[in-house]
C-alpha cells in the first residue's frame, strides 16, 4: 500500500510542471477563441496528442499511479488552464473508465486504443448514459437492449443526452436496459464500434459554460453491435442477472453508476483547477487594482475573501486527493468519500469564481478577463455527474444507514 503524502514527489512534480506549461502557453491563449466558436477545439487535442498528453499511455501512466495522485494532479492542471478545451482534451476517458470498471481484458485492449487513434488523427469517445426523463435517476433509463440469438448481436433502441463527444465519437459506451423488471440493476453497457448504422447525432447543446467541449443527443434506432460488444460478456452478465433475481443480493450497483463512482474525485479535480485559477487571477488583480490610493488589496473587505478562497481551493484539493488515494489504494468509502471530494470541489469552483468576479468589480463581469468564462464554465461541476443534492444523498445514505429519500 502506498504510504499517505501531503507532497508530490519528483516524478509527478515533473509530470505537473510538463502539464501546467501546455496549459499556460497552448491552452490558455486559445481559451476565449473556443469558447466563442463553440466548437470542439481539434488543433488543441492534436497538440496535446503530439506531446503525449491526449493518449492512451499517458493517462494509463497516471490511472496507475500508486499514490492515487496521478489523475487528480492532470486533471487540476488541464483545467486550471480552460475547462471547455481540457474536458474535450478529457472528455474520452470516462468512456475508457466505463471499458475499465465493466470490461474484460480483450475488450479494454481493443476499444480503448479506438478512443484516443494517435497523434496523426486523433479521435474521441462517448459514455452515453444519460437520457431526456432520466439523469440523477439511473433507474429511469429506457435504452433497451434485446438479444437476437441466431446472429448472435444485441439491438439497441432509445435516445441519450448530454453525452459529451456524442455523435462525433469514434466509440460511443451506451448504457442500456436488458432486463427492465430488475430496475438500475438490470443495466448493462455496450460498445458501438465506428460507423454503426443507426447511431446518429441529435440535438447539440448551446451550452452556459465549458463550451468548447461538445454536448449533444445521440439516437440509436437499430442499432446492431456484435454478442462481443456487451461489456464483460454475456456469461458474467447472465450470472449478475440470475443473482439479482433470485434474490441473493439486496443491494448492488449498475454499469453507470460504477463509471460515476470511479470518476467522481477526478471530476473534483477539475472543479479544483477553474478555482485555483480564479483565485489566481483576482489575487493578481487586487495587488495591482488601485483605488482610493492603494492597491484594494489592502482592505480588508477584499483580503478577508481572497483569503477564504484560498482556504476553500486547498481545502477541496485535500478531499480530492484523500479520496483518490483511498480508491488506488482500495480503501472502502465508507462515508461517500468520492462524493464529498466532488460535492464540495464542485461547490468551491461556482463560490471561489463568484468571489473573483465580485473583486474585479465590473472588470470581471466582462470578456475582457477570464474569471467571468470561468464562472460560466464552473457552474456545470454542481450539476453533471451527479448533483450537488444527489452528493449529499448520496452522503448522508453513507453516514446514516438509512435510505433516505
Known sequence: MAEFALDLNEDQKAVRDWIHGFAADVMRPAAAEWDEREETPWPIIQEAAKIGIYSLDFYAQQFFDPTGLGIPMAMEELFWGDAGIAL???????????????????????WIPQMYGDAGDVKVAAFCSSEPDAGSDVSAIRTRAVYDEAKDEWVLNGTKTWATNGGIANVHVV?????P????????????????PG???????????IRASHTAEVVLEDVRVPGSCLLGGKEKLDERLARVREGRRKQGGNAAMATFEASRPAVGAQAVGIARAAYEVALDYAKTRVQFGRPIIDN????????DMRTRVDAARLLVWRASWMAATKQPFTAAEGSMSKLFAGETAREVTAQAMQILGGNGFTREYPVERMHRDAAIYTIFEGTSEIQRLVIARSISGVPIR
Open 175 to 179: 448504457v442500456a436496459v436488458v432486463d
Open 300 to 307: 480588508q473587505g477584499v483580503a478577508f475573501q481572497l483569503a
Open 88 to 110: 474535450s482534451i478529457v472528455g474520452t476517458g470516462l468512456a475508457a473508465v466505463g471499458v475499465l470498471a465493466n470490461g474484460t481484458e480483450e475488450q479494454i485492449g481493443t
Open 181 to 196: 423488471d430488475l430496475g438500475s440493476r438490470g443495466h448493462a453497457s455496450f460498445i458501438v464500434p465506428p460507423g454503426t
Open 199 to 209: 447511431l446518429s447525432q441529435g440535438q447539440k447543446f448551446l451550452k452556459h459554460g
